[in-house]
């Protein structure tokens, strides 16, 4: 477009609309609008799948940021974005809070903790989600580099949660596609973080097309959505490999979700406790044994309502006879484990796997008695892989499915993960449908289909292409019946997340470094 009325050019509109609203680059409305983009940005996740939100969101952030480019400082570029950071990570995470007020008696002792809860995790998400806006204002670079730069950095960022502070990579940007199956199972190569990268760089691309920042913004743009492109046929060829063709493998498996309140479980005094015990162990029983004739019972982490010790049996996989795998607290040696445990009919338990990657503040005091904790256990000695009757399948607990590369050992090959979790906790707020949505996420980066057991649902049967072939709804007490097949080895698995963050990092090293010399050089692409 080359009149400066803006009348025929898309781009020039839209940028006219900004500068209409007189948004001064360090005025309030500035810091007002960068808020409301990152809490908009958290409705493309489950249960709203948004997924056009968190585009414009971070669409409309980036170019807020990045408008009338100049070298800011550290700390001033920090106070610009830390309104985007603070509200995405409260329109995230809010509810963790939920699980204070579930328990009557650990909401009496913990209620307090609310707001300095919910500032904290403004605070967290100021620093965290701020970062890759303050590298893309503070580093010194042509305008055709910043989509690629903020891209690599924003993914660098959720690599760093898979493990600082001992990670929390909750919902990848990748998430949003799961609406999208071809596009979601691209995830079999290249992972979270690979999809994240490129979704992230094709939304601020794309704004520095619109924005007219220079010819060469078009080669991010290209990379970009070619790469989408390619991802859908990548994905689409993950869904044909997981595919059964009509055919069954493996045991049938009865998962059980009991569903019971934590008014039904809660402790109020020692009699009580025993009664309820013994009254939630009847409902489990009777759920399991309703009609069929499955060859493996799974119930959901922490169902069984008595600590095990050593040389202890498992009473309920007696009573079945059956082969059943159960979440319970273990003790030994003078050690708490929050456990799955594998019973033989005749109730000899023949194997315990204890959980390795505990929740801070909920599992483990990570600043010791400063902040109260409602347990303090013992983590686990890390991935394995169990088998019975010839059914060979990963055990993970509760969360330990949100990290990548952190259940199945290296070169092996099982015929599926059992997930066990209890999600009672968060009740029906955002995150028990977004744990589910982890749950397929590592489905597909494995190509491991997934058998997940919650105690207050959402349980079900997820294939090795992330695709839910069964489920009990969330608070619905039942069970599902169903057998897994699919298993393949993805290339995210052979290549593993470390891989794959060099492979990103060198990528983007490279195109940074061809644009910077091309616009240096003033040569045309």
Not at 430 to 440: F, I, K, N, S
């Amino acid at each position: 477009c080359t009149y400066s009325d803006t009348c025929s050019c898309p781009g020039d509109k839209f940028i006219a609309f900004f500068n209409k609203i007189k948004i001064r680059p360090d005025g309030f409305w500035q810091y007002v609008i960068m808020a409301l983009c990152g809490a908009i940005a958290a409705f493309g996740f489950a249960p709203f799948n948004l997924w056009w939100a968190t585009l414009i969101a971070i669409g409309v952030a980036y170019y807020l940021m990045t408008r009338g480019y100049k070298k800011y400082s550290v700390f001033g570029a920090w106070l610009r974005a830390a309104p985007f950071g603070a509200a995405y990570a409260i329109a995230m995470f809010w509810w963790v809070i939920n699980s204070i007020y579930v328990v009557p008696e650990l909401a009496a002792q913990f209620a307090i903790w609310t707001i300095p809860a919910l500032i904290g995790i403004g605070l967290v998400g100021a620093i965290i989600f701020s970062i890759p806006f303050v590298v893309v204002m503070c580093v010194r670079t042509v305008p055709a580099c910043r989509a690629i730069l903020f891209a690599a950095v924003w993914t660098l960022v959720l690599w760093l949660r898979e493990w600082v502070f001992t990670g929390f990579p909750w919902n990848p940007i990748a998430n949003i596609t799961m609406p999208f199956p071809e596009l979601a199972n691209s995830m079999s190569v290249w992972g979270a973080l690979g999809l994240s990268f490129i979704i992230v760089g094709f939304i601020v691309s794309v704004v520095d097309v619109i924005a007219r920042r220079g010819k060469m913004c078009w080669f991010p743009f290209i990379i970009f959505l070619s790469l989408l492109i390619c991802g859908g046929f990548i994905g689409y060829k993950n869904i044909k490999y997981s595919q059964c063709d009509g055919e069954n493998y493996g045991p049938v498996i009865r998962i059980v979700q009991p569903a019971r309140s934590a008014s039904q479980k809660a402790t109020h005094s020692r009699s009580d406790a025993i009664r309820n015990a013994n009254e939630n162990v009847r409902a489990m029983i009777a759920l399991a044994t309703a009609p069929g004739a499955p060859d493996l019972i799974v119930f959901p982490e922490t169902s069984y309502p008595f600590v095990i010790t050593d040389g202890d049996n498992m009473p309920i996989a007696h009573i079945l006879k059956s082969d059943i795998l159960i979440g319970a607290t273990t003790y030994s040696d003078g050690l708490m484990y929050n456990s799955l445990i594998s019973a033989l009919p005749s109730g000899q338990i023949n194997h315990i796997y204890s959980k390795s990657h505990l929740v801070p503040f909920g599992e483990y005091r990570p600043f010791g008695d400063i902040i109260p904790t409602p347990g303090q256990l013992t983590p686990g000695t890390g991935p394995e892989i169990m088998t019975i009757n010839g059914f060979n399948f990963a055990p993970a607990i509760c969360y330990e499915i949100v990290f990548s590369d952190s259940l199945i050992p290296v070169n092996e090959n099982p015929n599926a993960i059992v997930n066990i979790t209890n999600d009672t906790w968060f009740g029906t707020t955002p995150g028990t449908y977004q744990h589910l949505d982890m749950v397929r996420r590592y489905a597909i980066e494995s190509g491991v289909p997934i058998v997940r057991a919650n105690y207050s649902g959402i349980s079900a049967f997820v294939n090795s292409d992330g695709e839910i072939s069964s489920f009990i709804p969330v608070g619905v007490s039942g069970y599902a019946d169903g057998t897994v097949c699919g298993a393949h080895l993805t290339a995210y698995r052979a290549i593993g997340r470390d891989g794959w963050m060099i492979i990103i990092l060198l990528f983007s090293c490279i195109c940074v470094m061809f644009l910077n010399y091309r616009c240096e050089e003033n040569k045309p692409l």
